[in-house]
């Protein structure tokens, strides 16, 4: 019995049990990235806009990714157990201040650390919250999200901001900390700098490739590298170990794996510690990027990463390629990508006409209709203008994130319990 119900809720969480479920082969996979990389190098010749796939571009893309890829992360473990967390963009303000006041005195890895901790701590309250009291998810995550405000500031115009304090004396004040020390990185030796000669011919493809791959192995920071490995340990520890498969069981029939013995509270509060300690660690990285914590230094990060987890179906691999889709949109913005933005109108503007085109083909008339009215107000757009204004470029990302959202809405799926109230015992 026990190992009937074990199997059929690992076919029905890896989807072997839906009816016409398609895997994706690694050839396919590679096809569609060369393609990808194809229609890219042949948008940067026609509309000539270097910056889009310049090193500094991808590196500045790795950046904005790994934060919102780790908030991303952090919801899922949570999620994956049963328990909506939105709680996230307060976590991660946890994680910045704790890293913020750590920082400056141990140094970044001292900082990172702090922020794990500051960011599990508000996972803890969450989890009282919602698993002991029955607390609604949403409405504990809009708690901790304003009282981590709450608390920052105070804390920060506390220690920070405090007359005469040494933090003062160090450069502090009531809105930031004083600066802590580089946190190290690491280039590829021999390799950046051949990826940077060839990026500089402009071939067509070659430089194209060049100038990506140099973005991601040209100064990257350890950190990033800690990021990568934690997305690869979450795939493997949810999907691949006993442990995983009955903590996602509590997300799917919370009822059914107590039945079987397992302890839904204990896996719902580790899911969730995990989860604000992710966070926590996204918000320590902003501050380590910029060397100190600053007031309002989340930006919404938070919200994007848990866009990030739904548009990525409650995958690993998800959240890191929408993570990767929204790190460079934001990379845009910080670089002022304005005739970056005006070529990627072009893009969408014929991606939209393949998408009606497929529509069309499947019998949805009217939205492939609109598809085609929109694709071709992309392009009288991108016709009559040569840059795009600023203030388009700053909401660039949150204007993807509703597009992404809007487009796979309609091949999610999450967890089945997930957001339900749970009571130990409920089933029998």
């Given at each position: 019995m026990s190992t009937t119900f074990t199997d059929a809720v690992s076919n029905a969480l890896s989807g072997k049990n839906k009816p016409g479920a398609r895997k994706l082969s690694t050839p396919v996979v590679l096809l569609v990235i060369a393609g990808a990389l194809i229609l890219v190098s042949a948008l940067r010749e026609i509309t000539s806009a270097g910056d889009l796939t310049s090193s500094g571009q991808f590196s500045g893309a790795l950046a904005a990714a790994v934060p919102i890829g780790l908030a991303g992360l952090g919801g899922l473990w949570a999620e994956r157990a049963g328990v909506v967390n939105i709680g996230l963009e307060g976590m991660m303000m946890l994680g910045t201040f704790c890293a913020g006041w750590m920082g400056w005195q141990h140094g970044p890895w001292?900082?990172?650390?702090?922020?794990v901790i500051g960011g599990a701590l508000g996972g803890l309250v969450h989890a009282v919250a919602t698993v002991t009291?029955?607390?609604?998810?949403?409405i504990s995550g809009v708690a901790i999200n304003i009282l981590a405000l709450g608390v920052t500031q105070y804390l920060a115009k506390l220690t920070?901001?405090?007359e005469g304090s040494a933090a003062q004396k160090a450069g502090g004040n009531d809105k930031q900390s004083p600066v802590m020390d580089n946190m190290p990185n690491f280039s590829i030796p021999g390799l950046s700098d051949w990826l940077n000669s060839v990026?500089?011919?402009?071939w067509f493809f070659v430089s194209d490739l060049a100038g990506m791959v140099d973005g991601l192995v040209t100064d990257v920071s350890w950190l990033t590298i800690v990021a990568v490995a934690l997305f690869?340990?979450?795939f493997y520890v949810l999907w691949r170990t006993a442990f995983g498969l009955r903590l996602r069981s509590c997300g799917e029939s919370p009822v059914a794996a107590e039945s079987l013995g397992v302890?839904?509270?204990t896996y719902k509060y580790a899911a969730v510690v995990v989860s604000g300690a992710l966070a926590g660690l996204g918000g320590a990285f902003l501050a380590i990027g910029t060397h100190m914590y600053s007031d309002g230094q989340t930006g919404g990060r938070g919200y994007i990463g848990l866009a990030t987890m739904i548009s990525g179906n409650w995958r690993p691999g998800g959240v890191a390629m929408s993570a990767g889709l929204f790190g460079?949109?934001?990379s845009l913005q910080l670089r002022g990508g304005g005739a970056t933005v005006h070529a990627l109108l072009l893009l969408l503007a014929v991606l939209l006409v393949g998408f009606a085109a497929w529509r069309l083909r499947t019998g949805k008339r009217q939205v492939a209709i609109?598809?085609?009215v929109l694709a071709v107000a992309l392009i009288v757009w991108y016709a009559l203008t040569k840059t795009v204004p600023l203030e388009f470029v700053d909401a660039t990302p949150y204007v993807v994130t509703l597009l992404v959202l809007c487009v796979s809405a309609q091949r999610l799926r999450m967890p089945k319990a997930n957001g339900k109230p749970y009571r130990k015992g409920q089933g029998k």
């Open positions: 001292a900082a990172a650390l702090a922020g009291f029955g607390v609604d998810h949403i920070f901001g405090a990026e500089k011919h402009h690869a340990g979450t302890n839904v509270y460079f949109m934001d609109v598809a085609g």
